[in-house]
């Protein structure tokens, strides 16, 4: 294995374990190279399959146990990070209008967002490269995450916040794991372009190709989980947009590993007011145009000026797919109704759902496709939503408690 600028036309190679963020070339971002697997297709998935009864750490791993197409160590930092479930909700599909919606639930986590399966790997890498302290930008999952496989891994961790943007519960899991917390003024890329200044820290946001490396195998367990059927359309809101080009990378890796036929068509859905992408994907320009003031109740994905972006395009024009975007009010929407099957999710996570309404109202997707609607952060990362969607509610129940 080893890393190559992801920018076709440069394709410069560098070796898997050399510390360099962007190509010095083109300035790109990189993105690991995975061998072809050793073993053939029906060999792996059963493999893959057996190692769910293992408690061995790296089998109990709903990353690691898909290590024949990661890197490898022989030390890896875990906490028992993926295996979450794929979930039926049938108030939510039956609001957006489609039959066969399944949740594919990354909140269920062990600090509760799709972040520890990337971070398992960085963190595993920055250990096995001799970091000391490790550092993040965030809008506070990365933050979470960042924090607890640092302290497993026995590492310094700094965390760059956007002042007063991130929600209170996501930074109170950074100070339980110890975390330095530095509060930037203005958004998440502020906060980025402040840490990226830094020196003597090891990178762990998704600009970090190991990360995307770990976040890949949540298509690698959801197509697992759907015995290797190939499934419509998979859904997935769009912040940097890391997680949506982890997904692009699993599709093609298991096409060329002959692990699936066919992909999926990749949707990423961001919120109207912080939707760079989704302007740059109807408007039909060819560079991204980076969005000075972002604005959205999900604070997750509030961020103007996605890093990953042509990481994260190449994905949705090799699938089929496409980008869209969708309002608050859709997402509060469609929130609450997660949170009727008993589900709940994060502002960010339920962005999949209201895009699915918006797309079978329109007649874009048939009601009869196969959906899986990735949500990517857990319901308690939010609360302070909760309370003000909930209308007068829970407001009225504290009243009665003063
Ligand atoms: N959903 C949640 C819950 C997130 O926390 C994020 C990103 C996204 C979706 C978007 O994923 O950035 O890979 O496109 N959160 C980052 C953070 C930016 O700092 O926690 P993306």
């Not at 972002?294 to 496409?322: H, M, Q």
Request: glycine share 8%.
């Amino acid at each position: 294995m080893h890393l190559r600028c992801s920018n076709e036309q440069c394709a410069t190679t560098f070796d898997l374990h050399e510390r360099v963020l962007s190509c010095h070339r083109c300035g790109d971002l990189l993105e690991v190279v995975v061998d072809a697997a050793t073993k053939n297709a029906a060999a792996l998935k059963k493999l893959w399959l057996e190692r769910r009864g293992s408690y061995a750490p790296k089998d109990a791993s709903g990353v690691w146990r898909f290590r024949e197409l990661l890197p490898s160590y022989d030390d890896v930092i875990t906490l028992s990070e993926g295996n979450t479930p794929l979930v039926r909700g049938q108030k939510s599909a039956d609001w957006a209008g489609v039959r066969n919606l399944r949740f594919k639930h990354l909140g269920w986590n062990p600090t509760g967002s799709f972040k520890d399966l990337g971070m398992t790997v960085g963190m595993t890498e920055a250990k096995f490269v001799g970091a000391k302290a490790v550092g993040c930008a965030s809008t506070g999952n990365t933050s979470a995450s960042l924090a607890a496989y640092a302290a497993r891994a026995e590492l310094v961790a700094k965390v760059y916040l956007p002042a007063g943007k991130a929600s209170t519960n996501k930074m109170a899991q950074a100070v339980d794991f110890g975390a330095e917390i530095v509060q930037v003024e203005g958004n998440f890329d502020r906060a980025l372009d402040a840490l990226l200044e830094v020196r003597d820290l090891y990178f762990l946001n998704s600009i970090n190709p190991f990360r995307l490396e770990g976040q890949k195998t949540a298509m690698f367990e959801l197509l697992e989980q759907l015995e290797w059927r190939v499934p419509d359309y998979v859904v997935v809101p769009g912040g940097n947009l890391g997680n949506s080009s982890a997904f692009g990378k699993a599709f093609d890796e298991l096409k060329a590993a002959g692990l699936i036929d066919r992909v999926p068509k990749l949707v990423v859905v961001q919120a109207e007011g912080a939707n760079p992408f989704a302007w740059m994907w109807r408007s039909g320009v060819e560079e991204l145009e980076p969005q000075e003031h972002p604005e959205t109740v999900a604070s997750a994905i509030r961020i103007g000026n996605p890093r990953s972006w042509r990481k994260s395009l190449r994905g949705v024009k090799s699938t089929g797919g496409f980008v869209m975007d969708v309002t608050d009010e859709e997402i509060g929407e469609a929130k609450a109704m997660i949170g009727r099957d008993g589900i709940g999710c994060e502002p960010a996570s339920a962005t999949t759902l209201a895009a699915l309404r918006k797309l079978s109202e329109s007649g874009k997707i048939d009601r009869d496709a196969v959906v899986i609607a990735v949500l990517t952060g857990h319901a308690l990362k939010d609360t302070d939503f909760i309370v003000k969607n909930s209308g007068n509610e829970l407001a009225a129940l504290s009243e009665v408690k003063a």
